[in-house]
């Protein structure tokens, strides 16, 4: 196994990671907006924090989930022009989108640590309805996602490099059919 | 052409509100072009164009936007004093007080001063006009409302919550269909005028003044420190003059729509709250205005300008 | 910090967004990219903030938490077999008509449209089951294709629909409003997609023979197979009641819809790990997919907006005085046409908060309009060269059917398509009559 593979399967395996521990926050919404409909009907009380927490657990399924789509490659593309090019023009359309993309989410990555950075500092908190939750652990979830988004974003880097440069090695991907 | 571009100043302005001020912000933005021989355009976004009205100070601060025009209460996470800048129950029985208490006791000081500390310039005060509770029942009393699960937010959420009033949080847009379709009863969201524009008397039928407060909320302008100091002190009088007449406007635009609609009588069943009921529920406010006051010193000098205020007036008395 | 004309500015942001899409680059990349690059360039860096504001504000969302669940459910029916049994009772009750199967199969993806947020479902479990049977039978190869394709887009018009709560997060609308609009259009395209079957297979049953006479089942053999519609039924009955009877929001009836959907995988043994982490997994991995693009768009369009251009469709409509009905057409031309090229969710983000303030302020009304557009939108998962049901169905149709096959038998239901649209434009009461009735 080359350098390059064994790179490879660690990042997968990182962003596999991250996807497994985000999923079960699906579950957790489910659980929660049920509570909610049963303490409104059952117990006559609805809560004061069902509809907040369940958005908190979406907001961070939605943001946290960017890095296991893009290991799998399910980012919507359109590949209409794309797939008529030749092997290495399709590399280096790869090298220039990802670069391009890293340095993107650099940036969304410093604003983000900042602005997670801020709400923790004034102990922010949320007016929309009277539970009013600190703000900084979900405003967190965005650096922490656009950080494994960027890891995972320099794998595809990688791979589009060495395929430029008509790099033989073995893919990960190609051989573990996804996961499940 | 260049030259002309080279001077102007242009200000991004944004609103909490949608479609409804169109006309007033379309005058402000030709009086202060006019009155600044076009050295200064507003190009003007309605409600959530660009960022959503809770990000106001932020967006401000950092700059993507140079003028916010919001409200107080939609920020006491970021701006502690917001809540009280919005409006406490009780606090305040009209405008000519509202404003008496903003300007002349202290208080815009106050949260002029809070809103420096966040990296903004309060350059205007606006007031909103009637904020009042619909239901798809007649609401006479306290006890009317225990049966009924209330759209309501900030401190008039506190308030129902102290009388075992289940309160929700519904977005504006969702009212129509929530309150229709019975997943609550009534909302507080505004007064006739907003409720007129969102159709809400379709689906429920009765408008109460709660007299708590009046007008129930302020409004104000913010803007970034870095475009005020920019711009030549000529042209910062014009812009606070004609800001000032832009947050009258919508005053008056809501005011001159409640009172006809309320003197015309046809789009609710209107009606106020005993007296008695009104004045429990201030009371049950009055532990608000306590927890507001422990936030922070500066909040406890606000509340305590607020009580000065309401013992002067004979509304309390200790 | 850049001063330009709204033109300059729509033809940097489209062109360098187009060219990025035509390199490959995943639409959340490229809005990303090209919206940062204008962002940076025009606005300065204050413009950046967006992204991180876009970000943050479709996070912090209670609509666009039925979305996850909504995709949860339809993947725990699929995968708990529903959709085979579903197929072998329209072969028991309709095999004998001719062209029987083809209406089934249209009445099968009504249903599985009633129970999933998204199109994917229908096309890709009927492509798997629906099509080989019906091949086997002697169905024409385009009529079928295009028929589980065009059945499959119902997910859209017929409530659940991702695509509606979505909408209504953008335009302010309300869900159970939206929900509601949707419902009759798409009962009556189900309806014009059957007698369009039919009537080719009246004119030539080589098209869509009728079953053998060794298919044939007895009355009580077909009474038996409609028990498989029971559970589906009581659930789609449940969560559109709890949205449309007022009983829960429309994020809590998709948790009800997702919780009802693993019960009734639990009452057919089928309820395990393995498909419990399949669903999980595979719910993370669309919902990462389409909320990145949500927030990408979100921000590029808020860029464009900020930078002044969205003026620039107002003007155009000014400087040519078109007539109310001209601009709606114009609009529905140019959903037209990004469809062939576009993603639903990109089409979405880029017009709609551009479109709606006209279409309002044109005196329309918006929940019209709305219904309007999603039916475009059932058209761009049938236009070539890019349409996610011509995807699908490339994927999972078995090697005789070419890509050529699959463009071709696409072609009739887009012009179906267009007809129900036209119909729906000259009697917009048909959207929103059951609107009006219910709120
Ligand atoms: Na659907
Ligand atoms: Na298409």
């Known amino acids: 196994m080359s350098k390059i593979t064994g790179y490879l399967r660690f990042q997968d395996g990182l962003s596999d990671w991250v996807g497994k521990a985000t999923s079960w926050l699906t579950l957790g919404i489910i659980g929660v907006l049920l509570y909610e409909v049963f303490a409104r009907y059952i117990f006559n009380a609805p809560t004061v924090w069902g509809h907040e927490l369940a958005t908190m657990f979406f907001g961070a399924l939605s943001i946290l989930a960017g890095s296991y789509t893009l290991r799998h490659q399910q980012h919507v593309r359109s590949d209409v022009i794309y797939r008529l090019l030749p092997f290495r023009a399709q590399a280096f359309c790869d090298v220039i989108v990802f670069a391009l993309g890293i340095l993107v989410l650099a940036i969304f990555f410093k604003l983000s640590v900042e602005f997670a950075y801020r709400s923790w500092l004034i102990g922010e908190y949320s007016n929309s309805s009277i539970w009013r939750p600190a703000l900084w652990p979900i405003k967190s979830t965005i650096p922490i996602a656009v950080g494994f988004l960027i890891l995972q974003c320099v794998a595809e880097f990688v791979r589009a490099v060495v395929r430029l440069f008509g790099v033989r090695y073995d893919d990960p991907r190609d051989d573990m059919s996804d996961d499940e | ?318 | 910090m850049a001063n330009l004309d709204p033109l300059t500015t729509t033809a940097i942001m489209f062109i360098s967004m187009i060219i990025l899409m035509a390199m490959g680059a995943p639409l959340a990349w490229a809005l990303m990219i090209s919206g940062m690059g204008s962002a940076y360039v025009m606005f300065g860096p204050g413009g950046l903030d967006f992204l991180l504001s876009s970000a943050y504000s479709t996070m912090d969302n209670f609509l666009l938490v039925a979305l996850p669940l909504f995709i949860f459910m339809g993947l725990v029916l699929e995968r708990s077999g529903i959709t085979d049994n579903l197929f072998e009772m329209i072969h028991k009750l309709m095999g004998r008509l001719p062209g029987g199967l083809g209406v089934g199969t249209i009445l099968v993806c009504a249903l599985i449209a009633a129970m999933a947020g998204v199109s994917g479902a229908a096309t890709v479990s009927l492509g798997i089951i629906a099509l080989p049977a019906m091949l086997k039978r002697g169905y024409d190869k385009r009529l079928v294709t295009g028929t589980i394709m065009a059945g499959g887009a119902l997910g859209f018009l017929i409530p659940p629909s991702v695509l509606m709560i979505v909408y209504a997060f953008l335009a302010r609308e309300s869900v159970g409003k939206l929900f509601a609009a949707g419902l009759v259009p798409g009962l009556m395209l189900a309806g014009i997609y059957m007698a369009y079957v039919l009537i080719r297979c009246r004119i030539n049953p080589a098209l869509g023979p009728a079953a053998p006479e060794e298919e044939r089942f007895t009355a009580k053999e077909k009474l038996i197979s409609l028990r498989h519609v029971i559970a589906p039924g009581i659930l789609v009955t449940t969560v559109l009641g709890c949205i449309i009877g007022g009983i829960t929001s429309p994020s809590e009836a998709s948790a009800v819809g997702a919780a009802g959907a693993m019960l009734i995988a639990a009452i057919r043994g089928r309820l395990n790990w393995d498909l419990l982490r399949y669903v999980m997994l595979s719910t993370t991995k669309i919902t990462g997919m389409l909320l990145w693009i949500a927030i990408a768009a979100v921000f590029f369009s808020k860029i464009y907006m900020g930078l002044g251009a969205g003026m620039i469709i107002g003007d155009l409509i000014n400087d040519f005085s078109l007539s109310p009905y001209t601009v709606i057409i114009v609009m529905l031309a140019s959903f037209f046409l990004l469809g062939m090229f576009l993603d639903d969710f990109a089409i979405l983000f880029i017009t709609i908060p551009l479109y709606v303030p006209i279409v309002r302020d044109l005196g329309f009304d918006t929940t019209w309009f709305a219904v309007l557009f999603i039916l475009s939108m059932q058209s761009a998962y049938l236009t070539p060269p890019f349409g996610y049901n011509l995807f699908y169905m490339r994927s999972v149709a078995p090697k005789s059917i070419t890509i050529v096959d699959i463009y071709y038998s696409a072609l009739p239901y887009v012009a179906l398509q267009v007809l129900g649209l036209a119909i729906i434009v000259a009697f917009p009461s048909i959207a929103l009559w059951l609107p009006g009735l219910l709120f």
């Open chain 2, 1 to 318: 052409s260049q030259a002309v571009y080279a001077d102007t100043v242009r200000l991004r302005m944004h609103t909490f509100y949608g479609t409804e001020v169109d006309e007033i912000a379309s005058d402000l933005s030709d009086r202060v072009e006019e009155a600044s021989d076009g050295s200064i355009r507003i190009q003007f976004f309605r409600g959530g164009a660009l960022v959503d009205s809770d990000q106001f100070v932020e967006a401000v601060a950092r700059g993507s936007i140079d003028l916010a025009h919001g409200v107080g209460s939609y920020w006491p996470g970021t701006v502690g004093i917001g809540t009280i800048e919005g409006g406490l129950p009780g606090a305040w029985v009209d405008v000519e007080e509202a404003r008496d208490i903003f300007a002349n006791q202290g208080l815009d000081e106050l949260v002029a001063e809070a809103y420096e500390e966040k990296g903004v310039k309060l350059i205007g005060r606006g007031f909103g006009s009637d904020y009042g509770l619909v239901t798809t029942e007649p609401v006479n009393s306290l006890e009317d409302l225990q049966d009924m699960r209330i759209r309501a937010t900030s401190s008039i959420a506190t308030v129902l919550e102290k009388f075992d009033i289940p309160t929700a949080f519904i977005p504006g847009e969702e009212l129509y269909v929530a309150l229709s379709t019975g997943v609550i009863d009534g909302a507080v969201y505004g007064g006739p005028i907003e409720y007129e524009q969102l159709r809400i008397d379709e689906v429920a039928g009765y408008y109460t003044d709660m007299n708590l407060i009046n007008p129930g909320w302020t409004e104000n302008v913010i803007i970034n420190p870095n475009t005020w100091e920019n711009m030549s002190e000529e042209q910062q009088e014009i812009l606070t003059t004609e800001i000032d007449q832009y947050l009258l406007d919508v005053h008056n635009w809501l005011e001159e729509g409640n009172h006809r609609l309320i003197e015309e009588g046809e789009l609710f069943e209107f009606s106020t709250l005993p007296e008695e009921e009104s004045r429990r529920m201030a009371e049950a406010a009055l532990p608000i205005w306590k927890e507001e006051a422990e936030r922070s010193e500066r909040n406890a000098k606000a509340v305590e300008i607020l009580i000065e205020n309401a013992k002067e007036k004979g509304r309390i008395s200790e």
